[in-house]
């Protein structure tokens, strides 16, 4: 499948969405995941990390979503300084972005309706705005005709549509996809990273974590490279190094 | 937080209560258990304090007074003659004696009312005296006369009753220092056993609903870890799209409000079922109708038992949640 290479017409000069400056993350076991990151990532990009196991992806991506705390460095996502935050306002923080996860994370006793619903409940929408939403982020990854199914009764690419609708349904600014297509077949791939980059045109940022490199270069995204806990490499879209 | 987070959350808290039903009904059964044990510990006090507070009734203290009887018969009057110009027949002076009248002998009792702990007063004059002293001796009013030869040696007195029983000594002391009191007449011994027993069944009480309260926490505990273990992922997802604490909090402490509240309700009704049998028991065996009522107690159980309740399912699911709240993403798996 060939995939035009598209940089989104919503990148402006503006603050970035993704700031790390000077950022190293050591853990209590004396593992260095992290070590002096600096990367900026402007609204409306989309990025893929890469990188090998222990590279420190996932640290990356926990820092993200404050699911841990840089050692050194300041940290900003979404106007937020995740250095000095609070505990009590890491929940504001992570209602600006949607997540998608490698397992997909659906609640098997609930069916798609609701495992996408259970999002807006979080942030307190009302019934009405829920049923309105939850149609429409269905819809958008092709299973508006699935709504009454349970997670079981679909396929892994399916599930992790249902992931993506989710992530979709309260309109974050900033969509993390934590190997997103690591548990679904090559063509679900390819179709689920085409609804990123079509989510991506509408202006929301995409930050993507895999290993699967044909799709690094059919996509021709910006691409982060982490290795050892640094930056070894980073081309904005289009090629550049 | 708006009204429909709120109706998804109850709703999401009854939800589990029935999705974890087997350790539900564990929870609710040895929660119960214990509330029927503390229920019938505080009946248990309650029956002693009333059997106690029947004693207390009649364990009364006589003070005698100084009077003209007193002096008759007890006070040491000077045998010489010098200085005792206006004795009467007897060698008595108005000196001699404090309580005069009837009127003094009543202020007396007065002064005795004013003593803290002092719950009731009677004034008992010399005749009525000698009446009980003629019935508890069981004789006659004649041969009385006969053998006292007309004379009444019992001095006018004061029966009084006490408040609190443990403060027995130190009132009558008090009141054996007063103007015009000779003596007061107790029943010690009586009053410390009273007393001893009131603070043991207190003690005890208070020591079996401490350990019950302790374990009624630890089951609804276990309760809402077994849940929290088996919505780990709901949790951990619950906090990635940017969940509150109080959020992912409510329906594990609705889930153990409702334990805790049915519980006490079925507590309630157990405990009103053997307290009757048992009561209806004791009542043909022992031929008594002193014997706490339910119905008094009723609303005071009731209250208690929701109160332990819900103690036990705030505090419980409390706990358990700000243990696993601290946990983040990844870490939900480790659990």
Request: one cysteine or more; hydrophobic letters at 45%; a negative charge.
């Amino acid at each position: 499948m060939e995939h035009q290479i598209v940089p989104s017409e919503n990148i402006k000069p503006q603050k970035p969405i993704i700031e790390f400056r000077g950022v190293s993350k050591t853990y209590q076991t004396g593992t260095h995941a992290l070590e002096d990151v600096n990367i900026k990532i402007n609204p409306g990009e989309f990025v893929f990390v890469v990188g090998s196991s222990g590279a420190g992806k996932s640290t990356f991506m926990k820092l993200i979503m404050r699911e841990e705390k840089a050692n050194t460095g300041k940290i900003t996502v979404n106007g937020f300084n995740l250095t000095t935050m609070k505990r009590k306002h890491v929940p504001l923080l992570r209602r600006t972005m949607g997540i998608v996860f490698q397992d997909f994370r659906l609640i098997p006793t609930m069916n798609v309706f609701d495992n996408v619903a259970f999002a807006m409940y979080v942030v307190g929408a009302s019934g009405r705005d829920i049923r309105r939403e939850v149609s429409k982020a269905l819809s958008k990854v092709g299973l508006g005709h699935k709504a009454r199914s349970m997670p079981a009764q679909l396929s892994g690419g399916e599930q992790q549509r249902v992931g993506l609708a989710r992530a979709l349904v309260n309109s974050p600014d900033l969509i993390i996809a934590d190997e997103p297509t690591g548990n679904v077949d090559p063509n679900m791939s390819y179709e689920i990273v085409s609804m990123l980059t079509e989510i991506n045109k509408l202006g929301t940022t995409v930050l993507m974590v895999t290993h699967d490199h044909n799709l690094v270069r059919d996509f021709n995204h910006r691409v982060i490279m982490l290795d050892g806990g640094r930056i070894v490499a980073d081309n904005a879209a289009g090629g550049e190094a | 937080m708006k009204i429909t987070s709120i109706r998804y959350l109850v709703g999401e808290g009854f939800k589990n209560l029935w999705v974890n039903r087997l350790m539900s009904i564990a929870s609710i059964g040895v929660l119960m258990a214990c509330m029927v044990i503390i229920g019938l510990a505080t009946l248990i006090t309650e029956n002693v304090n009333k059997a106690i507070g029947n004693l207390e009734q009649q364990n009364v203290v006589i003070a005698y007074m100084k009077d003209y009887n007193w002096a008759l018969l007890e006070a040491e009057i000077p045998t010489s003659e010098e200085g005792r110009e206006g004795a009467d027949e007897n060698g008595i002076l108005q000196s001699d004696y404090v309580i005069h009248s009837e009127d003094e002998a009543k202020a007396l009792c007065d002064k005795i009312s004013g003593i803290a702990n002092v719950a009731e007063v009677e004034f008992i004059t010399s005749e009525e005296g000698l009446k009980t002293v003629q019935q508890t001796l069981n004789i006659e009013d004649a041969d009385s006369q006969k053998l006292l030869g007309g004379e009444n040696p019992i001095s006018c007195s004061a029966k009084i009753r006490m408040t609190d029983m443990s403060l027995f000594d130190k009132t009558v002391e008090e009141i054996s220092k007063l103007d015009g009191i000779y003596n007061v007449q107790s029943h010690s011994d009586l009053a410390s056993t009273i007393t001893a027993i009131k603070n043991g069944v207190g003690v005890a009480g208070v020591w079996i609903i401490a350990i019950l309260m302790v374990i009624a926490l630890v089951i609804v505990s276990n309760t809402i870890r077994v849940t929290m273990y088996n919505r780990k992922l709901e949790i951990s997802i619950m906090k990635a799209v940017g969940a509150t604490d109080t959020f992912v909090r409510i329906p594990f402490v609705v889930e153990g409000v409702a334990i805790g509240a049915i519980s006490a309700l079925l507590a309630e009704g157990i405990l009103y079922f053997c307290y009757r049998v048992a009561t209806e028991a004791i009542i043909n065996t022992l031929n008594t109708t002193d014997i706490v009522k339910y119905g008094d107690m009723a609303w005071i159980l009731l209250v208690m038992f929701l109160g332990i309740g819900l103690v036990a399912g705030i505090f419980g699911s409390v706990i358990m949640i700000n243990k696993y709240l601290r946990k983040e993403g990844s870490e939900f798996a480790a659990i």
